[in-house]
C-alpha cells in the first residue's frame, strides 16, 4: 500500500480538563486546590459582571481563593483596560486567572500571563512584521499562570494559545501566541452559558458554524484525526444552529461549545485550516480588519459579509477544495456540484445560511470605501492567515473582495 499525503503528519495533544453538564462548575474549587493556587483573579466584561449572578456565584465558589475582580474587559482587548487588569495582578501577586465569557475574556487571560509573566510592554511581546520578510513570533519562555476558562458562549478561543489585542490611541492590531498560556480547564455548565442572551447564542454560533464549514474544504488531504474532528464539528454546528434561537436549550450551546472545541483540536492533531483554500484565509485576515476598524462587528457577522465576495475574487484558485466543501451543504444536487464554478459554489454557501436566518446587513456593516485601506493594512498583518507574507501580492484582489462585499458603499 502506497503512503498518501494523509499518513504522514504529526499529532501533539497538550492536557485539558473539560466539564460540561448540569453543576460542573462546582468542580472549580476542587480544581483549583489540585493545581496549588491561592490567589485567583476573576476576569470578565461589565455584562456578565454585573447584569447577571455568575460572577458573584463563581466567587463563592471559589471562596478563599478569590483575589481579586476585573470586569472591565472589552471585546477587543483594548490596551487600556489590559494595563489596569496587569497592575491588578501584579499588586495582588495572584497565582491563576479565571476567564469568564467568551473569546475576549479567554484571550485577555493568555495577555495577562504572558505580560504577568514576561514583564515587558506588550508591542515586544506580540509578532513582529518587516517589510519583505516571514512575520516573527517572539519566543516567550517563562513559565505562566494556570488559567481556567468559564464560557458562556461557544468559543474557539477557549483553549487557544493565541490572542490579539488593539493598542490605544492608535488602534493597531498586537498578536500574542504562547502554547503555556493553554487553559488547564474549560468548563461548559448550563448555567453560564444561559447568561448568554439568544442573540449573543446565535452570533457565536454562526461564528463556529462558518468555520466548521470553511475546514471541510479539501477534507479528504487531511489526515485521519483531522476528518474526525472536522467531521464531528459540523455535524455538532449543523445540528444545533437552529436550536441556538430557542430562549434556552442547554444541549445545544454545550454542543456548539463542543463544535468550536474541536476546532482547536484540528490543529493540535496536525490539521492546518489556513492553507486549505485562499477563500477561508481572505475572509479570517479581512474579518479582522473589519473588527479593528468597527468595533460593532462581530466575527460570525464579518465573515458572513466577505464569503461570497471572496469565492468570486478568490475562489476559481481553489474549486476542486471548495466543490468539496459544498458537498455537505444539506438540500445539494451531488451530481451538479462538479461543474459548479465560482458563481453557484457562492449562492449556494449565500443560500445556506439565509435560510438559517443569516444574511449579512450591509447597511449596518457600513464600511466605507475609504476605510477599505485601513481594513487591507489589517489584514496583511494576519499571521494564522499568512504565514507566508503572501498577502501582501494580493493587495488589489483583496480591495477587489471589499468591493464585492460593500457596493453601496465604494463611492
Known amino acids: 500500500m502506497n503512503e498518501t499525503n494523509n499518513m ?12 460540561s453538564g448540569a453543576s460542573s462548575l462546582l468542580e ?3 480544581e483549583l486546590a489540585r493545581m496549588g493556587v491561592s490567589r485567583v483573579l476573576v476576569i470578565s466584561g461589565k455584562t456578565v459582571s454585573r447584569e447577571t449572578s455568575l460572577v458573584n456565584d463563581i466567587e ?51 495577555i495577562l500571563a504572558i505580560a504577568l509573566a514576561e514583564q515587558v510592554p506588550f508591542e515586544k511581546l506580540s ?10 513570533s517572539p519566543r516567550l519562555n517563562k513559565p505562566k499562570v494556570p488559567i481556567w476558562n468559564v464560557l458562556t458562549t461557544a468559543t474557539s478561543a477557549q483553549n487557544g494559545a493565541g490572542a490579539t489585542m488593539k493598542t490605544h490611541p492608535q488602534g493597531e492590531r498586537l498578536e500574542m501566541y504562547d502554547p503555556k498560556t493553554r487553559a488547564v480547564g474549560v468548563f461548559w455548565d448550563p448555567s453560564a452559558l444561559a447568561s448568554a442572551s439568544v442573540s449573543v447564542a446565535r452570533a457565536a454560533g454562526l461564528t463556529t458554524l462558518w468555520l466548521s464549514l470553511m475546514r471541510l474544504g479539501g477534507l479528504a488531504k487531511a489526515n485521519p484525526l483531522v476528518q474526525a474532528d472536522r467531521l464531528q464539528s459540523w455535524r455538532l454546528a449543523l445540528e444545533s444552529i437552529d436550536h441556538l434561537g430557542l430562549p434556552m436549550n442547554a444541549q445545544a450551546r454545550i454542543d456548539m461549545c463542543a463544535a468550536s472545541y474541536l476546532h482547536n483540536r484540528d490543529v493540535d492533531h496536525g490539521g492546518l485550516p489556513f ?14 480588519g473589519l473588527m479593528s476598524v468597527k468595533d460593532h462587528i462581530g466575527p460570525g457577522e464579518a465573515y458572513l459579509a466577505l464569503t461570497a465576495a471572496a ?11 471548495l466543490r468539496e466543501m459544498c458537498a455537505f451543504l444539506p438540500h445539494v444536487r451531488h451530481e451538479a456540484i462538479k461543474d459548479w464554478g465560482v458563481e453557484e459554489i457562492a449562492q449556494a454557501v449565500e443560500e445556506f ?59
Request: hydrophobic share 50%; charged share 25%; proline share 4%.
Open 8 to 19: 504522514k503528519f504529526k499529532a501533539q495533544v497538550y492536557p485539558l480538563r473539560v466539564f
Open 28 to 30: 472549580l474549587p476542587k
Open 60 to 110: 463563592r465558589l471559589i471562596g478563599e481563593r478569590f483575589a481579586a475582580r476585573f470586569d472591565e474587559l472589552d471585546r477587543h482587548c483594548r490596551e487600556p483596560s489590559m494595563h489596569q487588569a496587569l497592575a491588578l495582578a501584579q499588586t495582588l501577586k495572584v497565582d491563576a486567572i479565571l476567564a469568564v465569557g467568551a473569546g475576549s475574556a479567554c484571550m485577555a487571560a493568555r
Open 127 to 136: 509578532t513582529q512584521y518587516r517589510p519583505g520578510q516571514v512575520p516573527l
Open 275 to 288: 492553507e486549505l483554500h485562499w477563500v477561508v484565509r481572505v475572509c479570517y485576515a479581512l474579518g479582522a
Open 311 to 321: 469565492i468570486r475574487v478568490f475562489g476559481a484558485r481553489d474549486l476542486n477544495a
Open 353 to 411: 445560511f439565509a435560510k438559517r436566518g443569516f444574511c449579512a446587513d450591509l447597511s449596518t456593516l457600513a464600511v466605507a470605501a475609504d476605510q477599505w485601506p485601513r481594513v487591507v493594512e489589517i489584514a496583511l498583518r494576519n499571521f494564522n492567515a499568512d504565514r507566508k507574507g503572501e498577502f501582501a501580492q494580493e493587495v488589489d484582489a483583496l480591495h477587489r473582495v471589499l468591493s464585492w462585499a460593500f457596493p453601496a458603499h465604494g463611492d
